[in-house]
């Protein structure tokens, strides 16, 4: 498994301001990912952040609302851009670690935007 | 197409009894299958998966799950519930070797009471 942090774990903000999240990995790992947790709803994927190039985004996502930096293997940061109340969710990173391809999380990301 | 379903949005249940959360996929072909757990103000932990081999499948916590081929289903059951197992509870399904593409449930609230 692995040891994923998150900063920060929760803020709050006015709307047309932007946030940028952090994760963290205590080991090296090829895959990582950001999901969206909308109130009351499940997970969503947003992009596959990618090593060295450009993340990879899902339908209904673009670079210039959520960028995605990965600089090194055990790190990588989302940015959530000129925000809406409807921004407003968990954001979680998550990493493929491990010989048998699971997917494991970080503690999420509480954002309440104003 | 693929998609998960969790018939039960939310489940109250006595501490001490036993619970089963129900799990429905549709998929094109046997994919790997999860379970993973939310507490309140938490990210997701992983309880279990399945990849192949015996379908009867242990987790942490005292959790279980049972893949079952011709109904397409992977619920989650333990015999004896405890109070801090409340919870939301969300199953995935994901790709052969690829589960960078999970596709979750909308997840199943439990409550417990005394």
């Known amino acids: 498994s692995a040891v994923i942090s998150q900063k920060p774990s929760r803020d709050i903000c006015q709307r047309g301001t932007s946030l940028t999240i952090q994760c963290q990995v205590d080991?090296?790992?090829?895959?990582m990912f950001w999901y969206r947790q909308q109130p009351g709803q499940s997970l969503t994927l947003i992009a596959t952040?990618?090593?060295?190039?450009?993340?990879?985004?899902e339908s209904g996502f673009v670079i210039d609302k959520f960028p995605i930096s990965r600089p090194n293997l055990t790190f990588s940061t989302l940015t959530v851009s000129n925000m809406s109340p409807e921004d407003s969710s968990i954001y979680l990173c998550?990493?493929?670690?491990?010989?048998?391809?699971?997917?494991?999380f970080g503690p999420g990301t509480r954002l309440l935007v104003l | 197409a693929q998609s998960v379903t969790q018939p039960d949005i939310h489940i109250t249940v006595s501490e001490g009894a036993s619970l089963e959360l129900r799990c429905n996929y549709s998929?094109?072909?046997?994919?790997?299958l999860f379970w993973y757990v939310q507490s309140p103000g938490q990210g997701l932990q992983l309880l279990l998966k399945?990849?192949?081999?015996?379908?009867l499948v242990q987790g942490i916590k005292g959790f279980e799950a049972e893949f079952k081929r011709s109904q397409s289903s992977f619920n989650l059951r333990k015999p004896s519930v405890h109070w801090s197992d409340a919870a939301e509870y969300f199953c995935?399904?994901?790709?052969?070797?690829?589960?960078?593409?999970?596709?979750f449930g909308t997840g199943t609230r439990l409550q417990v009471f005394p």
């Open positions: 998550s990493v493929i670690t491990g010989v048998q391809e699971t997917q494991y």
């Open positions: 080991s090296q790992v090829t895959m």
């Open positions: 952040a990618n090593q060295g190039s450009e993340a990879t985004y």
């Open positions: 998929y094109g072909a046997t994919p790997y």
């Open positions: 399945y990849f192949s081999g015996d379908t």
């Open positions: 995935a399904v994901g790709p052969p070797y690829n589960t960078d593409k999970l596709i």
